[in-house]
């Protein structure tokens, strides 16, 4: 569904290649500055490339116009600051249309409370809710069709535990639905529960690419990070990611 190959942007991405298909639960991790959100964008299609390609079914991403990706792809980026006091429920009307707020959406993110109250006015994690419902909106019939390709920027920054796992498990729940969902994010433990495909990221590169955080070793992971990992194993036999300072 997804391929891209040699991407370089100067100081952010050097010769990065990579695919993933429909159905796929990627996650990106990496320190900070890493290449995560360069990465994200050039897959959307939004940053120009110094070098190589990123091909959506088959077709480079620059051979599509922007409101023909608009309605297959969608972007939640980190920072995404409202200018105007416009209210929760004007803003999703804008991506929702006639269609109104899907009950997956509502039962995953809680958005029902806000509808009235302007976006600006949300606290950090309320407001996160709200951009990441927008996000997948836009593209809400390619997702209900299985053709969507989504790509979240820490979608789950400031949300607390419970709306952290509601949210990753409606993404699962998409990516069933055959859909590519790609996110970038620096928990561990989420990406250990719900990832089928993993991305590590450093200095700008793809450095391990993962079925699961199983087949990768503690002191790799710690290299990787720059910081001490240790994992115990639960009742259930499922890793637990520690991480510490050495
Ligand atoms: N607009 C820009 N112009 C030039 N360099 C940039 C720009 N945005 C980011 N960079 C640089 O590109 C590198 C990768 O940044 P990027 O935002 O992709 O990292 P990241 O892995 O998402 O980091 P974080 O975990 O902090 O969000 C960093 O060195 C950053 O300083």
Redesign the pocket.
């Known amino acids: 569904m997804l391929d891209f190959n040699h991407v370089e942007i100067?100081?952010?991405?050097k010769n990065v290649s990579g695919s993933a298909q429909a159905g796929q639960f990627v996650h990106v991790m990496?320190?900070?500055?890493?290449?995560?959100?360069?990465?994200?964008?050039s897959l959307a299609g939004l940053l120009s490339l110094d070098k190589g390609m990123v091909r959506l079914n088959r077709q480079d991403l620059q051979h599509y116009s922007l409101p023909q990706l608009a309605t297959i792809r969608c972007l939640q980026e980190?920072q995404q600051q409202s200018m105007f006091a416009l209210s929760v429920a004007e803003v999703l009307h804008f991506f929702s249309g006639q269609h109104g707020l899907p009950e997956e959406l509502e039962q995953a993110l809680e958005l029902k409370d806000f509808l009235p109250r302007p976006l600006n006015q949300l606290s950090g994690g309320e407001a996160r809710r709200v951009l990441v419902a927008r996000a997948l909106l836009q593209v809400w019939p390619a997702i209900e069709r299985g053709q969507a390709l989504v790509l979240l920027?820490?979608p789950n920054q400031g949300l607390d535990f419970k709306h952290q796992h509601l949210l990753f498990q409606l993404l699962a729940q998409i990516c069933q639905q055959n859909n590519l969902v790609i996110v970038?994010h620096?928990d561990l433990n989420l990406c250990q529960q719900y990832a089928n495909q993993i991305w590590l990221?450093q200095k700008?590169q793809i450095v391990e690419s993962l079925r699961s955080l199983d087949s990768i070793s503690n002191q790799a992971l710690s290299h990787i990070f720059g910081c001490g990992i240790q994992c115990a194993i639960d009742h259930t036999g499922n890793k637990i990611f520690q991480t510490y300072l050495d």
């Open positions: 100067k100081h952010r991405l990496g320190t900070n500055g890493s290449g995560k959100s360069s990465l994200l964008h980190q920027d820490e970038n620096h990221m700008g």
